[in-house]
Each structure stands twice: as C-alpha cells, then as structure tokens.
C-alpha cells in the first residue's frame, strides 16, 4: 500500500472496488457503501472523508443526492 490509510478506509475502499463503484455513473451512496463495507455508518463517513482527501474517491452531487466512486483503484 502506497498510501498510508486507516484500516476502515482500506475496507471500504475494498468494498467499493469489489461492488465496482469505479465510475462516475456506478457510484454509491454513503449508505450503500456502509452497507457493503460493514462498517459503522460513523466510521463509513469518516472513512469516505479520508479517502475523498487523499483523492482516492470522488464525490457525486445531483440533486440533493450525493455518492461517491473511486478515482483510483489502487492504493
């Protein structure tokens, strides 16, 4: 791993690889993601937030809705 991350990012960026979350039009919500992941929802958010920073995912906004994909699919 490159990048260093905490071990609730490297899941949840492992579930959203395996879901193929890795385009623009196959994002995810917070929600599916902190479904697939496992994770706490607070843990998840926090989580995509690390991942969003590092530019690892990108987020989506249409609407009121927001998701996010992976803009990298290596760590």
Known sequence: MSESISSQAEKLFKAMKQAGAVSEDKALSAE????????????????????????????????????????????
Do not use: D, F
């Open 32 to 75: 599916k993601a902190t479904t697939l992941s496992k994770l706490p929802k607070a843990q998840c958010m926090n989580a995509l937030q690390e991942l969003e920073k590092k530019g690892i995912v990108k987020k989506k906004s249409k609407n009121v809705a927001v998701s996010y994909y992976l803009a990298k699919t290596e760590l």
